[in-house]
Every structure is written in structure tokens, then in C-alpha cells.
């Protein structure tokens, strides 16, 4: 009798062990646990060229490729690509400016009262004006600073040579066959943008493949490639950095899992802020081209969820 109790349990044993190891060998999404069935705020990445043309990107764009939004042409087409972003219906609004955004809320008054013109950047013909559109009370500003320029006005660090040359020189674009090759694309894509309208060039500035070969441009031959480490060190405290620090300040806004949260930034910074938004368990990030389909989806989830609530409960 004991030999056969001995036998059961080792047989029992081996079995519940069996039942765990198959478990734990079963490949489950990360976020079951991560997440535990938590909502997360929804992020939608808008890149933009800057209406106003300030040249200060390593590409210029030639004058004659340059789009008036105040056009009427232009204005009537704005109208086309805010109500497709409207689709998102964004409870905060995030933009390219310092934290703060006073001045942009003031010429927003001031234009509603008839006493100036709205400003012709994106942060005003798109970002302002959907935040009249869904009566938003505030507009944040959550742009930075990278650690280069800090390391080079610290008093503390001036007259360090490598610090000073890796500043001083430019380590973006270059005369080399990969970065000519870029500054065709660049012609290409000025001149789609002008023959085209703002909802259609949006979406080809905001396709994936489109924005991950923005940040080749940084990577791939050039200043970056011409010497040993200053390439590298030079982007990670820069461009890098920059947007780090910019993905932080996203962070450290108040926010809840019910927040819709529109980043409008110059296209070249979404590729990273799009790595960190999909790395990041803290978000779900929308695609851009996929904006068409996003209410119907999260309607027939909400359904499907409710459905679900109420099956339960019987």
C-alpha cells in the first residue's frame, strides 16, 4: 500500500510539474504581464515639415517648392487633413515648442478676435486650430534642449577640445554617393509635397518605411562615417539625446489610460519617438496611415468589450 501511495504521488508530482514547465514554455505576449489587462494612453505621431520654412535643416528647400498654407488653395486642404486627424479626437496636444506655450494660445486669441493673423508654423495651423476644435483648455510644449549644447554653455566644461570640436563641427549630411543619393530623395520629396495636397503628402511623410529612412540619413555615410567615434558621439548627444529628453517631458505630463495624445513634431524626430512609443509599455501608439480605420476599430472593441462585461455578469 505505501509503495503504491509513494508511486502516486511522485506520479502526481511529475505531472503538475509537467503542467507548469508547459506553461512557462509557452510563448505569451509580453504585455499579460507587463500591462495585466491595464488600458494604456493612445499616441498618434504627426511629422511636419515646418510651414515657415526657417532653413535650418540640413536640407533647404528651394523656394520655388515651397507651399503657402495661407493660401486658399492650401486652407481649403487644411480643412481636409484636420478632420482626418480630428478621426483621433485628441483629449492633449503636444507640440514642438518650449514648455511654454503662451504665445501660441495669445495669437490664437488674438486671431479669434479678429487683431492678427493665426501664425503660419504647424503648431498654429494644425496644432491650435484642433484645439479649438475639440475646446481644449491647454496646448503643451514638450521640445528640448540636447546634452551638447548644455556640456558646451556649462562654464564648468568649456575649453574640453573634443567636447569643443565635436560641437563646432557638423556631423550631419555630407559630399559622399549615400548622402547625394539623399539629397535626390529630398528634391523628390519637396516637389511631391508641392504638387500634391497636405492630406496626401502627410501621409507619405508619415509612412514607416519613409520615416525609418529619415534617420538613415544621420547613419548611413557622410560626417557621421568620416571619422572614428566623433560620428557616433556626436548623434547620441544631439539628435538622440534631444529626443530623449523630449520623449521625458511626453512622460511627465499628468495623464490617464482614457488620454488620446497627439505629438505634432518635424518629421525627422518621429522615427525615435516612435521606437521609444513602441518599446514603451506605458502607450499604445496609432499609425498614422492606419488613422482612417481607428474609430470604427475602437468602436467595435468597445462593443466586443461590452459584450463580453455583460455575459459575465449573467
Known amino acids: 500500500m505505501n509503495n503504491k501511495r509513494k508511486l502516486l504521488t511522485t506520479l502526481l508530482t511529475i505531472l503538475s510539474t509537467a503542467a507548469i514547465f508547459s506553461q512557462i514554455a509557452k510563448p505569451i505576449d509580453p504585455d499579460d504581464i507587463l500591462l495585466n489587462g491595464k488600458k494604456k494612453a493612445k499616441i498618434l505621431l504627426v ?171 544621420y547613419i548611413a555615410g557622410g560626417q557621421f562615417a568620416s571619422g572614428e567615434k566623433e560620428g557616433p558621439d556626436a548623434l547620441s548627444m544631439f539628435w538622440i539625446n534631444r529626443n530623449l529628453r523630449i520623449f521625458r517631458n511626453i512622460q511627465r505630463i499628468e495623464k490617464n489610460e482614457e488620454d488620446r495624445i497627439l505629438i505634432l513634431f518635424g518629421a525627422g524626430h518621429i522615427p525615435i519617438l516612435k521606437w521609444l512609443f513602441q518599446c514603451s509599455p506605458e502607450f499604445e501608439l496609432i499609425n498614422f496611415n492606419e488613422l482612417q480605420d481607428f474609430n470604427e476599430n475602437s468602436t467595435k472593441k468597445e462593443r466586443n468589450t461590452k459584450k463580453f462585461n455583460q455575459k459575465r455578469s449573467r
Open 47 to 217: 511629422g511636419s515639415w515646418h510651414f515657415q520654412y526657417p532653413g535650418l535643416d540640413a536640407h533647404v528647400t528651394n523656394k520655388n517648392n515651397r507651399i503657402n498654407i495661407n493660401s486658399e488653395k492650401r486652407q481649403k486642404e487644411l480643412q481636409d487633413l484636420l478632420n482626418y486627424l480630428a478621426k483621433f479626437k485628441p483629449t492633449k496636444i503636444l507640440v514642438e515648442s518650449g514648455p511654454n506655450t503662451g504665445y501660441l494660445i495669445y495669437n490664437f486669441n488674438e486671431w479669434k478676435a479678429g487683431r492678427e493673423n493665426l501664425m503660419t508654423n504647424e503648431r498654429s495651423q494644425i496644432g491650435m486650430r484642433l484645439f479649438e476644435r475639440f475646446k481644449l483648455d491647454t496646448i503643451y510644449g514638450v521640445d528640448d534642449w540636447p546634452l551638447i549644447m548644455d556640456l558646451h554653455y556649462d562654464s564648468l566644461l568649456t575649453n574640453i577640445p573634443y567636447l569643443d570640436s565635436i560641437y563646432k563641427r557638423h556631423y550631419f549630411g555630407g559630399n559622399d554617393s549615400i548622402q547625394k543619393l539623399y539629397t535626390m530623395f529630398y528634391e523628390y520629396e519637396e516637389k511631391f509635397l508641392f504638387n500634391n495636397t497636405l492630406l496626401e503628402g502627410f501621409k507619405y511623410i508619415n509612412n514607416d518605411k519613409v520615416l525609418n529612412r529619415y534617420f538613415g540619413a
